[in-house]
């Protein structure tokens, strides 16, 4: 996973020739960790942020995009949303940052693979954040789907953290996703669409 303009997986993606490139955070989350991660983001970036379910999250509206999203049983709790704005931001460069108990790897990488469009991923940049679990604070289900992953989960520590929660909210996790921010919002767009 590379950090940087760069990237092959940006080049050709920007609008506007001319303009300076902005951008906005959305997120979906359930319990609060990854609308935290998207304050402290638009906090040090400036960025607007929306919440999924505001009427008001337009992407179309922008040129790069930084998605954020919890991981709730394997999935992505985004991807209806970008399945029903494809169209919008299909073409734009986005930063996709996931919360989740989860380490960085090939298991969550396979988990956003499946949460969303093919044609999508080449275009994303993905920062994994670990985030943080109350059993106490979720659902029956929730808890129950815990409870059966941590039976069959090899990993003691993991099978832990699924039975008694955890909590690996760090702030500065977030740098890798200022730099990319900060690089298009610095950078000027090179073609249109």
Do not use: C
């Amino acid at each position: 996973m590379g950090y940087g303009l760069k990237n092959a997986k940006f080049e050709g993606l920007n609008n506007k020739a001319g303009f300076k490139m902005n951008g906005a955070i959305f997120f979906s989350g359930k319990y609060g960790s990854t609308a935290q991660y998207a304050d402290w983001i638009g906090e040090a970036t400036g960025l607007p942020v929306f919440d999924v379910k505001d009427a008001s999250a337009d992407p179309s509206k922008y040129d790069f995009l930084v998605l954020g999203s919890s991981v709730i049983i394997y999935k992505l709790t985004i991807r209806n949303w970008v399945k029903e704005n494809l169209a919008n931001i299909v073409k734009k460069p986005i930063i996709l940052f996931t919360v989740s108990g989860a380490p960085s790897g090939q298991k969550l990488d396979d988990w956003v693979a499946d949460s969303l469009p093919k044609n999508l991923l080449s275009q994303i940049e993905h920062v994994a954040l670990r985030g943080r679990l109350n059993p106490k604070e979720v659902s029956w289900w929730t808890r129950l789907i815990l409870k059966i992953g941590a039976w069959k989960n090899d990993d003691p520590e993991a099978k832990k953290q699924e039975l008694e929660g955890f909590d690996f909210m760090d702030k500065s996790s977030i740098k890798p996703i200022l730099k990319l921010a900060q690089q298009f919002q610095s950078s000027r767009a090179t073609s249109s669409q």
